[in-house]
């Protein structure tokens, strides 16, 4: 224990020593005080350290006594000297921070004990003195200005009369001066009659003829003045040509229109009473009708009436300088009046302007647009929300719809009399619709569709001739290969009949479609009475709202593409779309029909690329484009226009510029041209789909160079589309009939080959690949060819120019009459030549004949030979026609060649005075620029040398 409390005593000797060791402060910064205590607190703490001392025997023995008490007291010990330490600095810092404090509150007392917060009072007093002499001053300046007005008011008065008195001299004056300048130039001219102008010997010219001829009348021009007329010339021209050549090619000319300006002879006097003399004229031009101004005569506006409101003028109202009236303005004043007595009035100039009255407004109008704007957006948002979470419903088949009562009784009731079988077929039997209208009969309703039907074939008609009628306002027809459908076209390929809301989401929904063709879109085989039956058999299928299509199927095309070929039945699926996508359940379904058609496409395009094409499957696909296109005609035109540019592209040459030399064409391209007439009219003269690409399908069989029996075969696939494109206008193809006439040389056909059996050729052998494997036959090609011939004939039967059309084509066929051929085909050689010489009988003219070796007795060389006549009278004179209009003609002639000698002439010195002009500036601009650099050196020597002179002071 002796041993604890000896530690005790040591570690409170080391606390003294450390607390003496710290350096005292300064006296004034008041830090005794917390000495002091800190000293009382060690001394007491030192008094019960001796008190425990002191007791230590009983410690002793309640040690001995607990031997746990001994253990636990033993643990316990005096903190530790880091400890004592951090506690110690912890005051030491406490310490600091009062003596900081005690030092700033001492450095305020100075502040605090001011004469300036003393005498606040008595500077508010003075400040309140000088308000009211301000309010007083105010006063003062306000009846000063009344009484200026009163004074610009009379001012006004006297300058109005004065106005008056000046416009009258102004008068006279101009009248003396013209009456002065008539004078001064019939003076003028008179002294120039009298004194003619003397002209020196030595520039005038004189002409003298060496011999004189009796009756021959003297020339007006025996003597000249060459110099002055040069003068004269020159000047006009430095004039005309000099003002002009300044401002050639220039936009940014200045044309100076003050008065007076652009003369020299007016002083600067002369031409400020001009602009005042013409500014009141001006105004008195306008504002003499004014009936309100009955004292203002000359339209000063100074006694002009002022409309008023209340004792406002309506001027300022008009600038939304709004006031109060009454008793409101007085208020407004005495508000006024207070503010500025209590300090206030530092907001006078927050009166708005009319600008930002105007601004304020607009702002606001703004701010209500954005508001309801996005409260729009909100509803449709919430909408479009609502929607799909029914769709989803209706998907996963949680909402089920009541079933038809009718039917189930009907199904659970027995057989009964025939009586009440037959109230029950009246009750339950269909009611028909009402007609359109009752009075008519079924003949005026069928005479009527008759009616309708001819004239949209009239139209039809109309469009297949080139006019210029036709083509001065916009073509709006009908299909006229579906007239049952509502296509309407202008003269750009888009729908007529179209919104422009309906223009820009088809224009949006392309271009974010158009992307979308990195492959070819093809179509297949098909007539239009199939498409059409398809078309209208299907729309009279319904179904559930469990069968329905969700929109995911159209967010990309490998979606769509995943639901055709998942199932077997295509139509059913086509019809599941267009019933999910109508466009009378929701207005955005017609986009998706859209978006749809361009999909569909894709996938047309990837079926009959293949080598397998599935032919059922692409009219099945066709007959479902054939229905989209009714939603989208702008739309699918332009998707085949690009699709045109497309296929143009992969079969032109690097350049682009034309098409390459082609043995055979891809079959995709085929299914394009095939596809088109089912889609857009081909019988119209000018169409902006059909006709490129008949001009389009013409370039590919100009540069078709078919070399073997498969690649003959299917180019006849694409004339048989192009006679479908001619079947109804008419037109004449001649690459058809070169194409044709080309492919009759004996040299494609195998001699051998044309004595088989004609075998009958398919869409499907041609298209499937097959072709590779199986070699055509060249009789079945001829028969082909010859079925070609004799459609082709049907169709130009009556064209004026048939003779020579299909001439060269059986000069060609003539040529198999001397091979061995099979007997079919030469009953079809037979029969074409029988028939093409019958429609010749009925042609009263010969055959033209084209002209061959055609000898022109042109010069090859030109030589310069005399005109020689044959009656040649050497007495006539060179004019023989004194009178009538020969004579008139020939004199008109020699004016005619003696003004063009002239006009040419001043030309010529035209340009030679400009050239003389431009020359002379450049040399000015020369010189003047020589100059500058030569006095610019000069004054760069001089500094050179001053700088050198300074330099070398210094050193």
């Known amino acids: ?152 008011l009379k001012y006004n008065e006297m300058i109005r009369l004065i106005n008056k008195q000046f416009i009258v001299w102004d008068h006279i004056k101009e009248m003396v001066k013209k009456k002065n300048l008539s004078e001064k130039l019939a003076a003028s001219k008179l002294r120039k009659i009298r004194q003619p102008s003397i002209v020196s010997k030595f520039e005038q010219k004189f002409t003298k003829e060496k011999h004189h001829v009796m009756g021959r009348k003297k020339s007006k021009s025996s003597s000249g003045k060459p110099i002055e007329t040069k003068t004269r010339a020159f000047e006009n021209r430095k004039k005309t040509l000099g003002g002009e050549s300044r401002t050639f090619f220039k936009a940014n000319s200045f044309v100076d229109r003050r008065l007076g300006e652009n003369s020299s002879q007016i002083s600067k006097e002369e031409k400020i009473f001009k602009r005042l003399a013409a500014e009141r004229r001006k105004r008195y031009a306008k504002e003499k009708f004014n009936l309100n101004d009955e004292n203002d005569d000359y339209g000063d506006g100074l006694a002009s009436e002022q409309l008023t409101h209340c004792g406002q003028n309506l001027a300022d109202i008009e600038k939304f300088e709004l006031r109060g009236v009454d008793g409101q303005a007085s208020d407004d004043e005495d508000e006024k009046m207070n503010a500025n007595l209590n300090f206030g009035g530092g907001d006078e100039n927050n009166v708005k302007s009319r600008k930002q009255v105007i601004e304020e407004m607009i702002s606001k109008s703004k701010l209500l647009k954005h508001e309801k704007q996005s409260l729009k957006e909100e509803q449709h948002a919430l909408t479009e929300q609502l929607d799909e979470q029914w769709r989803q419903l209706l998907q996963a088949n949680l909402i089920s719809f009541p079933k038809n009562k009718d039917q189930e009784q009907k199904n659970d009731v027995e057989k009964s009399s025939d009586f009440d079988s037959l109230v029950r077929e009246l009750t339950f039997e269909r009611r028909t619709a009402p007609a359109q209208d009752a009075k008519k009969s079924e003949k005026e309703i069928a005479e009527q569709e008759k009616s309708r039907i001819e004239s949209l074939e009239r139209e039809k008609r109309k469009r297949m001739v080139l006019e210029e009628e036709n083509f001065a306002t916009p073509v709006t027809h009908f299909n006229p290969d579906d007239i049952d459908s509502n296509c309407r076209f202008d003269s750009i390929g888009r729908k007529a009949n179209q919104s422009d809301d309906e223009e820009e989401k088809d224009q949006e929904l392309q271009s974010e479609d158009k992307e979308d063709f990195d492959q070819e879109f093809q179509s297949v085989k098909r007539s239009k009475a199939f498409a059409r039956k398809v078309a209208i058999g299907n729309s009279d299928q319904k179904f559930t709202p469990g069968d329905m299509i969700s929109c995911d199927v159209l967010e990309s095309y490998p979606n769509l593409k995943k639901l055709l070929e998942k199932s077997n039945e295509i139509e059913q699926i086509f019809d ?236 060609q066929i003539d040529n198999f009459s001397n091979m061995v051929i099979h007997q079919s085909l030469q009953h079809q050689i037979d029969g074409l030549k029988n028939d093409f010489t019958q429609h010749l009988s009925t042609f009263d003219r010969k055959k033209l004949q084209f002209k061959t070796n055609v000898d022109e007795n042109k010069l090859k060389f030109e030589f310069h030979e005399p005109r020689l006549e044959t009656n040649f009278n050497p007495d006539r004179k060179k004019f023989q026609f004194t009178k009538g209009p020969k004579a008139e003609r020939a004199k008109l002639k020699r004016q005619y060649k003696n003004e063009y000698k002239g006009a040419v002439r001043e030309l010529r010195r035209d340009n030679e005075f400009l050239a003389r002009k431009k020359l002379n500036d450049s040399i000015a601009k020369d010189t003047e620029r020589a100059e500058k650099t030569k006095r610019l050196m000069s004054s760069l020597m001089g500094q050179e040398a001053d700088y050198k002179k300074m330099k070398k002071n210094k050193n």
């Open 1 to 152: 224990m002796s041993s604890s409390l000896q530690l005790i005593e040591e570690r409170i000797e080391k606390l003294e020593k450390l607390i003496q060791s710290i350096p005292e402060q300064d006296e004034k910064s008041a830090l005794s005080s917390d000495t002091t205590s800190l000293n009382e607190c060690l001394s007491t703490l030192y008094e019960k350290l001796h008190v425990i001392s002191s007791n230590r025997d009983k410690i002793k023995e309640a040690f001995l006594k607990s031997s746990d008490l001994n253990t636990s007291l033993a643990t316990l010990d005096e903190p530790s000297a880091p400890e004592k330490y951090r506690v110690v600095e912890l005051r030491w810092s406490e310490m600091q921070e009062r003596c900081a404090q005690l030092e700033a509150l001492n450095n305020l007392l100075p502040v605090l004990d001011s004469e300036h917060l003393r005498n606040t009072p008595h500077l508010m007093k003075q400040l309140e003195a000088l308000n009211f002499k301000q309010i007083e001053q105010r006063l003062t300046v306000k009846k000063s200005v009344e009484e200026i007005n009163d004074l610009v």
């Open 576 to 811: 599941r779309l267009h019933s999910s996508f109508n466009p009378s359940l929701k207005p955005g379904n017609k986009d998706l029909l859209r978006k749809l058609f361009l999909y569909l496409l894709r996938y047309f395009d990837e079926k009959s690329y293949e080598t397998v094409i599935d032919f059922k499957l692409l009219d099945k696909i066709t007959s479902f484009l054939f229905k989209l296109n009714d939603y989208g005609h702008e739309y699918a035109a332009k998707s085949f226009r690009a699709l045109m540019k497309k296929h143009y592209q992969t079969l032109s040459t690097k350049n682009g510029w034309k098409l390459k030399k082609l043995r055979s064409i891809p079959s995709n391209i085929i299914c394009f041209f095939r596809l088109l007439p089912h889609l857009f009219p081909t019988s119209d003269v000018y169409h902006p789909i059909t006709t490129p690409s008949f001009l389009f399908l013409t370039e590919i069989l100009s540069n078709l160079k078919p070399k073997s029996s498969n690649d003959i075969s299917k180019s006849l696939i694409l004339l048989t589309i192009l006679m479908e494109y001619i079947k109804e206008s008419k037109n004449y193809a001649p690459d058809l009939i070169h194409f044709l006439i080309r492919i009759l040389n004996r040299k494609c056909f195998d001699e051998k080959e044309l004595s088989l059996t004609v075998d009958d050729l398919s869409l499907s052998m041609l298209l499937n690949g097959q072709t590779v494997d199986i070699k055509i036959k060249s009789s079945s090609i001829l028969s082909c060819i010859l079925k070609l011939i004799r459609r082709l004939m049907v169709i130009y039967v009556e064209k004026a120019s048939f003779p020579e059309i299909f001439d060269a084509m059986f000069a």
